[in-house]
């Protein structure tokens, strides 16, 4: 049996056993991708991340559900780089990371005691959705009244896909209950994305979007307590579909996990370059504690 040691981050939330939680493996070249997916499975988090040795970045960080292997990650991306730093592996304020989402850029400093950690995303996908409104209501428990008719139910993507659900109420997300195994029948076009319902109604007046994420029944576990890559979507989203005369560069706040009571915030960096959205997250993140396990 091999010993592995796992630290349990918190991401985007500075308080812990709040916000997402990750693990990290710091010592990822030390294992193979079967072990890499045991260690993610016996931890049981959403994500599992290991550092390992790059050619063409400082460093590559492999992303796994209890499932299968994922291409990005936003919160354990958060949680890698807070663990680097509190371990004195990494010093630098500016580097890049490779992900099987391409290369990656990452800034870190300082504000108001915290370490705020900013993230580049991918550029910006859309895809409509095509199947049936009333099937995607009752996948996550609700009826096709509580969808917003205002904008549009699409796959949305800045690295990884996900299907962006506007939801009319803030109420409706105390409902929610997701039936998941029924998520590859309704998604006709992508049978293996989560499902990310937003509302423009906030708990917090300070923040401007509120959203839970449900996962694919193929990666093991049900739901993301506040997630980097959908709220980067949701950004892309906004600007697309919401308010498309927003003036840019802006910075939209996404609240998300009040309902599971790992509630944190996301900080989404909305800009143009080139005639393409340019975005970015930022947050920060939180020791709780090491946790060992044992593989084969």
């Known amino acids: 049996m091999v010993k592995v040691d796992v630290k349990h981050i918190d991401a985007f939330s500075p308080v812990p056993e709040k916000g997402n939680p990750a693990g990290v493996v710091l010592n990822g070249d030390d294992y193979t991708e079967k072990q890499m997916l045991a260690i993610a499975e016996a931890i049981g988090f959403n994500e599992t991340a290991f550092v390992v040795s790059s050619n063409v970045a400082d460093f590559r960080i492999r992303y796994f559900t209890p499932g299968h292997e994922i291409n990005l990650c936003g919160h354990a991306t958060m949680g890698t780089v807070y663990a680097l730093r509190m371990n004195g592996l990494l010093e630098q304020s500016h580097f890049t990371i490779e992900t099987n989402a391409g290369l990656l850029p990452i800034h870190v400093h300082e504000e108001h005691n915290q370490l705020l950690i900013t993230m580049q995303h991918a550029k910006p996908e859309f895809q409509p959705f095509k199947g049936s409104r009333s099937d995607l209501a009752a996948s996550i428990g609700l009826r096709e009244k509580d969808l917003h008719t205002t904008y549009p139910i699409v796959y949305g993507s800045t690295g990884i896909w ?89 910075t939209l706040i996404v609240e998300q996990g009040h309902e599971i009571n790992r509630d944190g915030r996301v900080y989404v960096h909305v800009k143009e370059e080139f005639e393409q959205l340019d975005i970015s997250i930022s947050g920060t993140a939180v020791y709780v504690k090491s946790i060992e396990v044992e593989i084969e």
């Open 162 to 250: 996900t299907l962006i659900i506007p939801i009319k109420e803030l109420a409706s997300f105390e409902k929610m209950n997701p039936v998941t195994e029924n998520f590859p029948r309704v998604l006709t076009e992508m049978p293996k994305v989560s499902l990310h319902p937003i509302c423009f109604e906030v708990r917090d007046d300070e923040n401007d979007m509120h959203a839970r994420h449900f996962s694919s029944p193929y990666s093991g576990t049900i739901e993301d307590a506040v997630t980097g890559t959908g709220s980067g979507v949701m950004g892309a989203y906004y600007k697309t579909f919401v308010n498309k005369d927003m003036a840019l560069p802006a």
